[in-house]
């Protein structure tokens, strides 16, 4: 509940592009990581994700009023959104990966990463239509991956799938047509 409501008093006059609360994106990766039945810590670094970044709370009031384990995790967290990644070829975005799971130092920071990616993937229709295209290739070029690589088969398939969506509309709606069309010739099969 503290958590909670230090995240609500941070981010009260904030809203996401979409015109929703902000609040409503920290809630929904905690929720996601919830889902995923990880630990309450990782539910608390999710809800404080964004406050370093986008009030102006510092590290040092994040450590005073949660303990300095939650201060570097967040911390951790907002550091990987600083780094920048342009696309150049296989090996650039090899390099950057490791770059970002080396600059972890524990796992959960990589894993609210992965969550704060998949909410802003499920909510990119309020970006710009660029904005949306280049983050979607940063999603399959780097975060996708990531998941791959820590078995988190699930996150990875939906990453790929927002990813889809938004950078080959046309085939995203030519197979899921075709998707759609093998399910109802299955169930009538069922039904025989």
Request: glycine share 6%.
């Amino acid at each position: 509940e503290r958590v909670w409501g230090f995240s609500a008093e941070m981010h009260k006059d904030q809203l996401r592009r979409s015109g929703e609360p902000y609040l409503t994106h920290p809630a929904s990766v905690a929720w996601l990581l919830a889902d995923l039945r990880l630990d309450a810590t990782c539910a608390v670094v999710a809800l404080l994700h964004d406050v370093l970044e986008h009030t102006l709370t510092t590290r040092e009031r994040l450590d005073a009023e949660f303990g300095t384990e939650i201060g570097e995790l967040v911390d951790g967290v907002t550091k990987i959104g600083r780094h920048s990644y342009v696309r150049k070829d296989d090996a650039q975005a090899e390099t950057f990966r490791k770059m970002i799971l080396a600059s972890a130092r524990d796992i959960r920071v990589i894993l609210v990463k992965l969550a704060d990616r998949l909410h802003n993937m499920m909510t990119l229709g309020a970006m710009s239509t660029e904005a949306r295209r280049r983050i979607s290739q940063e999603t399959l070029e780097i975060y996708a991956p990531i998941a791959h690589r820590l078995g988190m088969a699930k996150v990875k398939g939906d990453l790929e799938d927002l990813a889809f969506f938004y950078l080959y509309p046309l085939q995203f709606a030519a197979l899921q047509a075709k998707v759609q069309e093998k399910l109802k010739v299955g169930k009538n099969t069922i039904r025989q």
